[in-house]
DNA sequence: TGTACATCAGTGAACGCGCGTTCACTGATGTAC
DNA sequence: TGTACATCAGTGAACGCGCGTTCACTGATGTAC
């Protein structure tokens, strides 16, 4: 059991991540002092060296969770062919497998609700990655992007909390595809 | 200060109003006991003369905001005449008043991200009233309605969830309105 | 219609519990010589 | 390179607080005669 100081930077590292696993998973409120220090393996006490206090840890932890997300979607997207990173994106984004994984996706789409009623830094924080969200699915789309991207987005994100509420599986994937297919062929035909 | 049947009734229905309002407005978690009888005049001791407990509370509480939101949705709705029936609908339903009134709103949009987390009973309680949510858009829509339907409802559920977190009120705004005259649109023209 | 009594809606003190936060302590780390 | 000491990451007991829940009580309600 080491206490340098690179060892402090990797547990402070390993409670942010731990935390932003959780508040998607579980929401904001889910988490409290003591259950994320226990999950890695460290005690209460210690959480003050690394953060200020819970609020502002869950900030921290929104953050990194945006970013984590964020990452995720596009690295499934760069991975594809160029000409079908669009398609793979949004296929990837509204697919099962992101569906059931909630602490490992997007966290915009599993704290909207949240966020919505949060003050307005915490707002601030995820708008800053909706906006980011938006510009690049209005870059897919070409000129004049920016509508057609506002209702793309705005789709998928619903498609995705929606899917996670419905307790029909049959139905939760029903409305994953068809939102899938809609933005698809979105792209592909020019009129509206 | 009465003790009557009559009484009683009135305020389970008081409690389980203030209850609704407040999950939409600050989550299903936000609720306590004490705050929730403070807010209607009693003392928290009564409370399990109502309730058997407050996750019972909490149950019965999205049902009702369920149906207060539908209700607000359909009310604003029928009072229009029949042909703008549906343009009318989408229009009040992205507006920014109902954006602003998250407290008397629509239950699925304030809550969509908390209740899929939640378990599978409750789950089910908020995927009737998306079902029906649907249906109601697919019958707009006319035959083959239901994908275009899914479509239009995850585009007005997330438009509405992104409406609330963008800091920038012009983005807002304009996330709502791209939303609104898209899915308008999406009835007038028969093509995709 | 009027009285006597059982019922029961609402009160407020009390409970145990989990929480966020503080703090004196400990022992490994890393620096000064 | 080796020793002596200051630093500081992590420990765990302790704190005050708010919470959900229980319960003995009270006084108005409503029923039986």
């Keep these: 059991m080491g206490h340098s100081q690179v060892e402090k930077a990797r547990n402070r590292a390993r409670i942010l991540k731990a935390a932003a696993r959780q508040i998607r998973d579980q929401g904001l409120e889910s988490v409290s002092v003591g259950g994320l220090m226990e999950k890695v393996n460290l005690t209460h ?9 819970r609020s502002d840890l869950l900030a921290e932890a929104l953050r990194q969770a945006l970013e984590e997300g964020e990452g995720h979607a596009r690295g499934q997207g760069s991975s594809a062919d160029r000409p079908n990173r669009f398609a793979s994106f949004v296929r990837s984004y509204l697919s099962r497998t992101h569906r059931d994984s909630r602490a490992a996706g997007c966290a915009i789409s599993a704290l909207v609700s949240d966020v919505g009623r ?63 297919d809609y933005v698809i062929a979105m792209k592909r035909i020019e009129g509206i």
């Excluded at 006490?45 to 206090?53: K, L, N, R």
């Design 45 to 53: 006490g210690g959480f003050y060296g690394h953060f200020d206090s």
């Design 118 to 180: 949060a003050g307005e830094l915490t707002r601030a924080v995820m708008s800053k990655h909706i906006e980011r969200f938006i510009d690049d699915m209005a870059r897919a789309f070409g000129e004049d992007g920016d509508a057609k991207a506002i209702v793309a987005v705005a789709a998928m994100i619903g498609a995705l909390g929606l899917s996670r509420v419905l307790a029909d599986p049959k139905r939760s994937d029903a409305v994953l595809k068809a939102v899938r």
